[in-house]
């Protein structure tokens, strides 16, 4: 009963096999596509806080003003 309730007539269907293997690929894609990101994601906010630690370094209070 489960099987025909499952679509099974001899065999594995070769359209749903193509179709698991597409997915199957695109989740590996997208998984890739994840680590890349968040590679990049991590660079950027290493180089956002060593901006900010660089412009704290300033002492703005006691900076000439500027010509004008």
């Known amino acids: ?3 025909a309730l499952l679509g099974y007539v001899g065999g594995s ?3 749903v096999l193509s179709e698991m293997r ?3 690929q695109r989740v590996h894609d997208l998984e ?3 680590v890349r990101i ?3 994601n991590d660079a950027l ?3 956002a806080r060593r901006e900010d ?3 704290d370094s300033f002492d703005v209070t006691t ?3 500027a010509l004008t």
């Open 1 to 3: 009963m489960a099987k």
């Open 13 to 15: 269907d070769p359209r």
């Open 63 to 65: 900076a000439e003003p």
């Open 53 to 55: 630690s660089l412009l």
């Open 45 to 47: 906010s290493a180089a």
């Open 32 to 34: 890739s596509e994840l």
């Open 38 to 40: 968040q590679a990049q």
């Open 22 to 24: 597409r997915l199957q």
